[in-house]
C-alpha cells in the first residue's frame, strides 16, 4: 500500500510539473513573462531540474532585460546539458548585455594542452567514448583468439592495443574534466554594482568593481565575504549577498 502511495505521489508530481511547465510556455507566447517565470520557478522551487525549465527561464528573464538572472539561468541549463548549441548562443547573447568586459587570459604550456584536449567532450561523453573503444577492444580480442593466419593476428593483436590506450586516454580525460569541473565554483554578480576590496573587510579599499551579470569563480570564503578570480586573473574580495552560486 505504501508503495502505490508512494507512487501515485511520484506520477502526481510529474503531472503537475508538465502542466506547469505547459503553462510557463504558454505565458511566454502571450509575453507574460513575468507569469511565466512564476510557472517555471515554482518547478524548481518544488525540487524538479531541467536544462529546458532553466533555458525557458533565462529567455523569459533575457526579455526583460534582467542580465544577471538570465545569464545566471542559462548557466544552470548548460550545467544540465554541456553540448546544447541554443543554451550557448542565447547565453552568449546574454553576457552581451553585461557592461563589464573581462579579458579571457589564455592559459599556457602544458595544462593549457590538457584542458584544451579534454574540454572537447564533456565527462560523461568521454565516458561513452572509453565504452566503444573496450568493445572494440574485446572485438579486436576475440579476432586475435579465433584467427588462424598470423597476419591476421597480429593486425588484431595491434589493434588491441590501439584500442586499450584509447580506453585508458578516455578514461583519464573524463576523470580530469570531471575534477576540473566539479573544483570550479562558478558565480554570477547579481548586484547592479558590487565593489570588489583587495582584504575581506569594509574598512579596506576598493580593488576594482563590477557590474550584474558578470561571471566570477570562487577561490576561498571567509565569514560573509568570498574572494573571487576573474577570468583576466584578477583576484579580490566581494561581499556573498552581491552573487550567486550557479552550483547550488
Known amino acids: 500500500m505504501k508503495k502505490i502511495l508512494l507512487l501515485l505521489l511520484f506520477v502526481s508530481q510529474v503531472f503537475w510539473a508538465q502542466t506547469a511547465f505547459e503553462q510557463g510556455n504558454q505565458q511566454y507566447q502571450k509575453e507574460n513573462y513575468q507569469a511565466a517565470i ?31 538572472p538570465a545569464i545566471y539561468n542559462y548557466e544552470k541549463a548548460l550545467l544540465l546539458s554541456p553540448n546544447d548549441s541554443e543554451i550557448k548562443t542565447n ?23 590538457l584542458a584544451d584536449f579534454t574540454s572537447k567532450y564533456y565527462y560523461d561523453t568521454w565516458a561513452w567514448i572509453a565504452v566503444v573503444f573496450a568493445f572494440l577492444f574485446l572485438a579486436f580480442f576475440a579476432g586475435y583468439y579465433f584467427s588462424q593466419r598470423t597476419v591476421m593476428k597480429r593486425i588484431f593483436f595491434f589493434g588491441m592495443f590501439l584500442w586499450l590506450f584509447g580506453v585508458f586516454l578516455s578514461s583519464a580525460s573524463g ?74
Not at 522551487?45 to 532553466?54: F, I, L, M, P, T
Not at 574534466?177 to 573544483?183: A, G, S
Open 175 to 248: 576523470f580530469y574534466e570531471k575534477n576540473r569541473i566539479e573544483t570550479e565554483r562558478p558565480a554570477i554578480v547579481f548586484a547592479e554594482t558590487a565593489p570588489v576590496k583587495s582584504e575581506p573587510k569594509n574598512s579596506a579599499s576598493d580593488a576594482f568593481v563590477l557590474h550584474e551579470g558578470t561571471k566570477v569563480y570562487i577561490l576561498e570564503s571567509i565569514a560573509n565575504w568570498k574572494k573571487i578570480e576573474l577570468t583576466d586573473e584578477t583576484t579580490g574580495w566581494i561581499e556573498e549577498n552581491a552573487i550567486k552560486e550557479i552550483k547550488n
Open 91 to 113: 547565453l552568449d547573447f546574454a553576457r552581451k548585455m553585461a557592461i563589464d568586459d573581462i579579458k579571457v587570459i589564455p592559459k599556457v604550456g602544458f595544462d593549457k594542452l
Open 38 to 68: 512564476s510557472s517555471f520557478e515554482s518547478i524548481i522551487n518544488s525540487g524538479k531540474q531541467s536544462a529546458e525549465v532553466y533555458f525557458n527561464l533565462g529567455n523569459c528573464y533575457y526579455k526583460l532585460h534582467k542580465v544577471a
